[in-house]
């Protein structure tokens, strides 16, 4: 295990500022999958056409300008939906990459980046939000059919936007986007990471959680649903199942996770985002939605064998099994260095009392379970704090020398564990 860190955490609530995550623990309920309209193929070119609009554009909605930006041209037409309280500038990079497929386009919702505010202010739903993106592209002309790209926050007004012009919507990505039960009453992610506002208009919580809850399923709409990778703890168990929820919206969605990257995929992992939009171009324009494989995988896509909370599951088993055994790990305290943190390790009765000293004078103290038979070691590792993705336990062979350190050889076929990787030396008393 890495040196766990309460940076991760800092980390981790900074980028849930802009996604007020996810909801209800608890493995998911599919939805049930209905036949929703879709484009029919014919309005539908693989090759571009000459409908495109000018690079950079101030359009008048309601007398307010709103700014919009197409690049390139052809159909479907990709639309970015940034996070809340993001401006259109987070898809930047994706549109230009996108442009030369097909006409790819971003723009700011009012109140933001260059989008004057709706008159008279106040709180607006995802419905209020997409009815405004609907008024924006007939003012510009941008007709679909649209492939909806909705980040964090974006994500709900995407399925805001597909359920009130079901017609006009023939694909959709998810980029570790948000659900209706991160805003349930009860939520644990209000609770942890309070709401923040979008701009000059704030979220109507209780009217967004209702349309969404209203609204039909994706049908069998070409759907990616790309979920962070750097999450751990109590946060992956809640985010975990509305992940899955989103995927299961849609009878063909292809869910992945990014291994490497945290909330902001697109700036962490922007090619994975970019080939999995394209992917859903292709199968609007007739081709059959490619499973997980190297195409993704190659730009740090973890395939998914069932759900998320299916693997979860696994890994809870696996974690129950490890009872705290001493066997004949020799009993004491250690110590070692590892990336500048010097680490004071106890070893006692199945336990491991850990104490972290930071080379900038912060000091972290956790406990861990170990379970040792003959020469054998299992370790679980804290749940708050284990690696990213894994199951948080270790399996190795452990040697005593002369000099009394003990030193590991890693069994199991998890993520090599710079904790089991250096030896623990005795300390004086």
């Known amino acids: 295990m890495k040196a766990p860190t309460n940076r991760t955490v800092v980390a981790v609530a900074a980028l849930l500022v802009s996604v007020v995550a996810a909801g209800c623990g608890g493995a998911p309920t599919a939805a049930p999958a209905t ?44 639309l970015f939906e940034a ?55 007939a003012t510009a002309g941008v007709v679909g059919p649209y492939v909806l790209v909705g980040f964090s926050y974006g994500g709900m007004i995407i399925r ?25 009453p009860d939520s644990w992610f209000l609770e942890e990471f309070p709401l923040s506002t979008d701009g000059a208009h704030s979220p109507d919580v209780d009217r967004t959680r209702a349309e969404l809850l209203a609204a039909a399923d994706l049908g069998d709409r070409p759907t990616v649903v790309l979920t962070q990778g750097r999450m751990s703890g109590e946060f992956e168990r809640r985010w975990t199942p509305i992940q899955d929820k989103l995927a299961a919206l849609s009878s063909n969605a292809l869910h992945m996770v990014a291994t490497e990257a945290g909330h902001a995929i697109l700036e962490e992992r922007p090619e994975l985002v970019v080939e999995s939009v394209r992917a859903v171009v292709e199968a609007v324009r007739g081709t059959v939605l490619p499973p997980c494989g190297p195409r993704f995988e190659i730009l740090g896509a973890e ?35 590892q ?7 106890t070893v006692k009765d199945g336990h491991l009392a850990i104490e972290m000293r930071h080379p900038d004078g912060l000091v972290e103290k956790l406990t861990a379970t170990y379970a040792a038979v003959d020469d054998e070691v299992t370790f679980l590792w804290p749940f708050d704090w284990r690696i990213p993705r894994t199951p948080g336990v270790n399996t190795a062979r452990w040697t005593a020398g002369d000099d009394g350190a003990i030193r590991f050889e890693q069994l199991d076929g998890e993520q090599p564990e710079g904790w089991i990787a250096v030896p623990w030396v005795p300390t004086r008393a």
Request: negative net charge; glycine residues 14%.
């Open 303 to 337: 395939c998914l064998a069932g759900t998320m909370a299916e693997l979860l599951a696994t890994w809870d088993a696996r974690r129950a099994k490890v009872v705290p055994t001493a066997g004949d790990l020799p009993a004491g305290t250690y110590g070692f260095v």
């Open 160 to 184: 805001a936007f597909a359920d009130r012009f079901p017609t006009e919507v023939a694909g959709l990505v998810f980029i570790d986007a948000t659900h209706e039960d991160t805003w349930a």
């Open 83 to 137: 996070g809340i309280g993001g401006s259109s500038g987070f898809a930047t990079g994706a549109v230009g990459e996108l442009a030369p497929t097909t006409r790819t386009c971003r723009y700011d919702r009012a109140g933001l980046g260059r989008s004057q505010a709706q008159s008279g202010g106040g709180d607006l739903s995802v419905g209020d939000r997409a009815d405004d993106l609907h008024e924006l592209l």
């Open 339 to 345: 990336d500048g943190v010097t680490f004071t390790v």
């Open 35 to 78: 036949n929703n309209p879709s484009p029919a193929a014919s309005t539908v070119s693989a090759a571009p056409s000459a409908s495109g609009i000018a690079a950079t554009n101030l359009f008048q909605v309601d007398g307010r300008s709103m700014f919009l930006e197409c690049r390139g041209t052809g159909s479907p037409t990709i």
